[in-house]
């Protein structure tokens, strides 16, 4: 959408050599070359975390990160940091001021690829937890409902309020249908 709405829709590069002839966000860099995100590994997919950690948290929860990557099989192909904030919602992941771990994982599409990522997934989720934070709930579900619960307190009172609105359960996913 950006460049629909900003005027500049030269590269960063032309923009650059062009000394300054227009403003270019530094993602705007991808938008000739978005295919390089593209999957074309059939043999793996791509996974995406994210962790929501206390300020002073943050250096612990890299330092299992890094042990753990190293204990698994799954690749990391990006990571990145940012900053989140307590949201007036039942299922905050934030919490309150926090840092968040995003991590672009890859796995063998296999047993066990899966088994290894579940393996992963619940060693971070429970780093996590031991450290005062909470986890993005994925579309892998490889966590426990008490690991849910603990990450979000207010679980139980979400699926009430869903119940009430919708009384048949017309609206399922496989996290509802899991954890509701």
Do not use: W
Not at 34 to 41: A, V
Not at 48 to 69: C, K, S
Not at 79 to 102: C, K, N, T, W
Not at 109 to 122: H, I, Q, W, Y
């Amino acid at each position: 959408m950006l460049p629909r709405v900003r005027g500049c829709v030269q590269s960063r590069n032309e923009a650059l050599r062009a000394m300054e002839a227009c403003m270019v966000a530094r993602n705007q860099a991808m938008y000739e070359s978005l295919g390089f995100l593209q999957n074309r590994l059939p043999q793996y997919t791509d996974v995406l975390h994210e962790y929501f950690l206390p300020h002073d948290q943050i250096v612990p929860f890299l330092d299992d990160l890094r042990a753990q990557l190293g204990a698994h099989d799954a690749q990391l192909l990006s990571a990145s940091i940012r900053s989140v904030h307590r949201e007036d919602i039942l299922l905050d992941y934030a919490q309150g001021e926090r840092f968040s771990v995003v991590l672009y994982l890859s796995q063998a599409v296999s047993e066990a690829g899966n088994e290894d990522m579940a393996c992963l997934t619940r060693a971070l989720v429970a780093t996590s937890l031991e450290l005062g934070g909470t986890f993005y709930l994925p579309y892998q579900q490889h966590y426990t409902r008490e690991q849910v619960v603990q990450a979000y307190p207010r679980l139980d009172e979400f699926f009430a309020v869903k119940r009430r609105y919708d009384p048949g359960m017309r609206f399922q996913n496989s996290f509802s249908a899991r954890f509701g």
